[in-house]
């Protein structure tokens, strides 16, 4: 390529990459931050990290976040998938309504997502707990799954299948033999996406919780609204560092399956 | 073996009645824990309100006329703007970021890769590490206290500015994404024609990049628009009571107003501006050639 950038683009460029990174580098080193004060700097601590372990709710909750987020994941994944695959065979008219409809749901505003839910399961008479909050991320999951497998079928090469049924296998024996480990980096990827996005939720989660179910959002919300304290920091930087070892995991897992 | 056998003979015989099977698991947790709830939150918006919260038989529109109070107008446009002003302000920094990265030759994945970062933590700490900056004894503060610029604190947080600097950190790389992919798609022979025919790097870009790559601004706006408009954590712990904007208000109205119908009728009209904007997406969508 001959095309070169002028000068001042690749500088500007730099400036908002700094800002899109400076809140969270900064939420992480206050966290090392010595001060009750996060905003003066007097020294390096670790007392902060110490403090998490003699928070038994704070414990708690990442372990019921770690819970929902892990049987959210499973069913989702597992019915997202369904979903893909059926909206893969079936004709085009019925596919392009039923596709262009699981994105309604990734739009809808959470808050409205989240109180329309909260309507249901007052009227019914369900009770608000960790069932009702595993419901609601399963919901919200799926349509997020069936698009990433969908789009990992668009791109499969399909002449495998037609090979095997032609050298006689029957459909189900296809389908695992060679269509499920051809599909598997794109479940994965999905299965990754619903686990990250059941783990983050936090509005929705907010109101089909109940008092029982507070997961860690919630909880690192009641805190930032109780008033700050420089334990959310450590707890911050904590997730953080969870998440993006786990999608670094996934890329790495994925680029060796040739995703 | 034998069922088995017979449900392949089926299916085989019927592909479509298969497919449908295949799907009516997951559409059906859809249906009971998504449409459902919408469909009876939009039937509450017709109703009559309950003293303490909940809804009253009968059938009404007053909660749709009281869209035309001043007060509550005040909170659509607001929303309106903050959501407008994210977009803009989005595609003018998104744009020249999408624009460096189709351009960054190997160092394309690394770019692409900070991009994403952001949008796999957690937006709650992300908004929560908006307020660390901008609270009065909060990092850019003591940053001009300590510069000697200001001698008092600024109020930067509880202000639109708060919520706007929020949501466009929030929402940035939904800009960036599409506008990089219709650039990465961009064929380079074309902008080495318009320079053999004389086009100077500007013209070039304005006549020949950015027309191209206009079906990646319109899903980027959109991408960043929609969720602006319904925007409920940003506003809530940035924006403070003066910065309302209309999730707050339906949170509001379940809350402490306690009028469902109201709160119903607000969400309803949230869904339709978003469903409206969802179809728009898909035909942007599908012009571009599906992705």
């Known amino acids: 390529m001959t095309r070169r ?24 080193a206050y966290s090392f931050n010595a001060s009750r004060y996060s905003a003066e700097w007097s020294g390096f601590s670790l007392h ?41 065979r079936l004709p085009f008219r019925g596919k392009r309504t039923v596709e262009g409809s699981l994105y309604l749901p990734i739009v809808t505003p959470e808050i409205v997502t989240g ?31 069936a698009v990433v497998v969908l789009a990992r079928l668009r791109g499969m090469d399909h002449t495998l299948e037609e090979a095997a049924l032609i050298l006689g296998a029957d459909e189900i024996t296809a389908f695992r033999r060679v269509t499920l480990p051809l599909l598997a980096p794109g479940i994965m990827a999905g299965a990754l996406l619903a686990f990250t996005l059941s783990l983050d939720d936090f509005v929705i989660t907010f109101f089909v919780a109940g008092p029982g179910a507070t997961t860690l959002p919630v909880l690192v919300y009641s805190m930032v609204r109780r008033g700050i304290e420089p334990t959310i920091n450590a707890v911050s930087a904590l997730l953080v560092v969870v998440t993006t070892l786990t999608v670094a995991l996934a890329a790495r897992v994925g680029g060796e399956r040739g995703a | 073996m034998s069922l088995r056998r017979r449900l392949l003979g089926f299916f085989a015989r019927r592909p479509v009645a298969g497919a449908w099977a295949l799907l ?46 001043p007060i509550y107008l005040a909170v659509a446009a607001r929303t309106l703007w903050i959501a407008l ?3 803009g302000l989005c595609l003018l920094l998104g744009y020249p970021v999408a624009y460096v990265i189709a351009r960054a030759g ?37 940053l001009l206290l300590g510069l000697g610029v200001t001698s008092t604190p600024l109020d930067l947080l509880y202000t639109p500015g708060a919520v706007l600097a929020g949501l466009v950190y929030g929402y940035l790389p939904f800009m960036i994404l599409p506008i990089y992919a219709s650039l990465e798609r961009l064929d380079l022979d ?11 790097a500007w013209s070039r870009f304005r006549r020949v990049t950015l027309p191209l790559s206009l079906p990646g601004v319109a899903a980027g706006s959109l991408l960043v628009f929609i969720p602006s408009l319904g925007a409920f954590l940003t506003p809530d712990l940035l924006g403070g009571a003066k910065t309302m ?23 309803f009209a949230l869904m339709l501006v978003v469903f409206v904007g969802l179809l728009a997406w898909l035909r942007v969508r599908d012009a571009e050639g599906a992705t």
């Open chain 2, 24 to 69: 009516s698991p997951g559409l059906l947790w859809l249906v009971l824990f998504f449409a459902i709830p919408l469909a009876i939150l939009i039937g509450y918006s017709v109703l009559h309100r309950g003293t303490y919260g909940g809804v009253m038989p009968g059938f009404t529109l007053e909660h749709y006329r009281r869209f035309s109070d």
């Open chain 1, 48 to 88: 902060w990290y110490a403090r998490l372990l003699e928070r038994p709710d704070i414990l708690r909750a990442l372990r019921l976040s770690l819970t929902v987020a892990t049987a959210s994941t499973l069913f989702a994944t597992a019915l997202g998938t369904l979903v893909a695959l059926g909206l893969s």
């Open chain 2, 106 to 142: 190997r160092w394309r994945n690394v770019l692409l890769f900070l991009v994403i970062l952001p949008f796999w933590t957690s937006f709650l700490v992300r908004t929560y590490a908006m307020i660390v900056l901008l609270r009065s004894s909060g990092v850019i503060n003591s």
């Open chain 1, 115 to 145: 109180i329309s839910l909260l309507i249901l399961f007052v009227a019914v008479g369900v009770p608000l707990g960790v069932g009702t909050v595993i419901i609601a991320h399963t919901a919200f999951c799926i349509p997020f799954v």
């Open chain 2, 190 to 200: 074309l902008l080495d024609a318009a320079e053999a025919l004389g086009a100077r």
């Open chain 2, 85 to 87: 002003a994210t977009t």
């Open chain 2, 245 to 267: 904007m209309l999730g707050n208000l339906v949170q509001n109205q379940f809350g402490a107003a306690r009028n469902w119908p109201f709160g119903s009728a607000i969400s």
């Open chain 1, 5 to 28: 950038l002028p000068r001042w683009l690749p500088v500007l460029v730099a400036g908002i990459f700094f800002l899109l990174h400076l809140p969270v580098l900064v939420l992480v």
